[in-house]
């Protein structure tokens, strides 16, 4: 009976434990591909990319595509665990110390019917849970309507 215990628990403490790591399943990087179209966040390139977590796994970011952005080798290395490209002086994510949203994503834009081109990102703004909002925005302060 102990050991039908034993393994239960070992069951639940792995499936815990894998489910807050730094794992990223293969949809969330499909996902995360996509919206930053192939290339580095930071410098454009599309060489060696790798997914890293734009507010530090190591202070508590999740392994979500919110907070997932691709960069290449050099500036992933050089970002280490912080929010700051050392090669390039650009900051491509989220200082884990203050809170304070600084992700450099390339505006999309978007043409309507009329003609008229406007330009999007993705909204600077905190959720409740602590996570980036998905939302996009064309304010010129660059949060939605919910993060006013």
Same mark, same amino acid.
């Given at each position: 009976?102990?050991?039908?215990?034993?393994?239960?628990?070992?069951?639940?403490?792995?499936?815990?434990?894998?489910?807050?790591?730094?794992?990223?399943?293969?949809?969330?990087?499909?996902?995360?591909?996509?919206?930053?179209?192939? #290339?580095?966040?930071?410098?454009? !390139?599309?060489? *060696?990319?790798?997914?890293?977590?734009?507010?530090?796994?190591? /202070?508590? %970011? $999740?392994?979500?595509?919110?907070?997932?952005?691709?960069?290449?080798?050099?500036?992933?290395?050089?970002?280490?665990?912080?929010?700051?490209?050392?090669?390039?002086?650009?900051?491509?994510?989220?200082?884990?110390?203050?809170?304070?949203?600084? #992700?450099?994503?390339?505006?999309? !834009?978007?043409? *309507?019917?009329?003609?008229?081109?406007?330009?999007?990102?993705? /909204?600077? %703004? $905190?959720?409740?849970?602590?996570?980036?909002?998905?939302?996009?925005?064309?304010?010129?302060?660059?949060?939605?309507?919910?993060?006013?």
């Amino acid at each position: 009976m102990k050991k039908k215990y034993l393994l239960l628990s070992l069951l639940l403490f792995s499936i815990c434990c894998f489910s807050q790591s730094r794992y990223i399943s293969k949809t969330t990087k499909k996902i995360v591909y996509t919206r930053d179209g192939g #290339i580095c966040q930071c410098c454009g !390139s599309s060489q *060696s990319l790798e997914y890293d977590h734009i507010i530090p796994y190591s /202070c508590g %970011g $999740i392994t979500d595509a919110s907070n997932i952005q691709l960069l290449c080798q050099k500036c992933n290395r050089s970002k280490s665990n912080s929010c700051y490209c050392k090669i390039h002086n650009k900051k491509v994510g989220n200082n884990c110390c203050d809170g304070n949203t600084s #992700i450099s994503h390339s505006p999309k !834009s978007h043409s *309507s019917s009329n003609g008229t081109s406007t330009t999007s990102s993705q /909204c600077t %703004g $905190i959720t409740k849970k602590g996570t980036r909002c998905k939302n996009m925005t064309t304010n010129s302060n660059g949060r939605c309507h919910l993060h006013k």
